[in-house]
T-cell receptor, first 113, second 114 residues
């Protein structure tokens, strides 16, 4: 089944403790992206990647890092999480976003206390 | 930059009634437009998209949307609402300076009452 898989689904952590949210897709898509969803703000793009070793900032990149060492994986790294990063995170992939839109994962609900 | 505005954060309809969710876009180049649906505790699922060609676009679950350039709109409709349509709906735009991003609206929560 074609899908984007994120782990974990739920995560509670403490301020300053580094964490990684994993994302993997099995559709051989070149484009991958991370979004965060907050009430009343919709979805905002954090980072995106056009191919292996090619990444760029989205609208809200502060406090996040990404890497794209393999085509299928696009982990999101929070080096020093803060409470304002409490949110619902979505990973997405696409053949070509402008034409096809994105296929989204099921989400990771992160709480930073 | 491309952007979308969804009018109404909450819409309530009766089962069997027409569903109309409004989306207006702002774009300096021909836009590519999308509607996504999000069911509780799930990711976003593509309902339909407009890229080029026919301006009336049909999607899954009986939804359709019409691209109206003169009105800069891409409203989502369904003739008869089902209880299972209750969800959050997002309009999005891509193209031009947004590069590889989809710029989403803030969403409309659809409530369907018996």
């Amino acid at each position: 089944e074609a899908q984007v898989t994120q782990n974990p689904r739920y995560l509670i952590t403490v301020t300053g403790k580094k964490l990684t949210v994993t994302c993997s897709q099995n559709m051989n898509h070149e484009y991958m992206s991370w979004y965060r969803q907050d009430p009343g703000l919709g979805l905002r793009q954090i980072y995106y990647s056009m191919n292996v070793e090619v990444t760029d900032k989205g609208d809200v990149p502060e406090g996040y890092k990404v890497s794209r060492k393999e085509k299928r994986n696009f982990p999101l790294i929070l080096e020093s999480p803060s409470p304002n990063q409490t949110s619902l995170y979505f990973c997405a992939s696409s053949r070509t976003p402008i034409n096809y839109g994105y296929t989204f994962g099921s989400g990771t609900r992160l709480t930073v206390v | 930059a491309q952007s979308v505005t969804q009018l109404g954060s909450h819409v309530s309809v009766s089962e069997g009634a027409l569903v109309l969710l409004r989306c207006n876009y702002s774009s300096s180049v021909p836009p590519y437009l999308f509607w996504y649906v999000q069911y509780p505790n799930q990711g976003l699922q593509l309902l339909l998209k407009y890229t080029t060609g026919a301006t009336l676009v049909k999607g899954i679950n009986g939804f359709e949307a019409e691209f109206k350039k003169s009105e800069t709109s891409f409203h989502l409709t369904k003739p008869s609402a089902h209880m299972s349509d209750a969800a959050e709906y997002f309009c999005a735009v891509s193209g031009g300076n947004s590069g590889y991003a989809l710029n989403f609206g803030k969403g409309t929560s659809l409530l369907v009452t018996p």
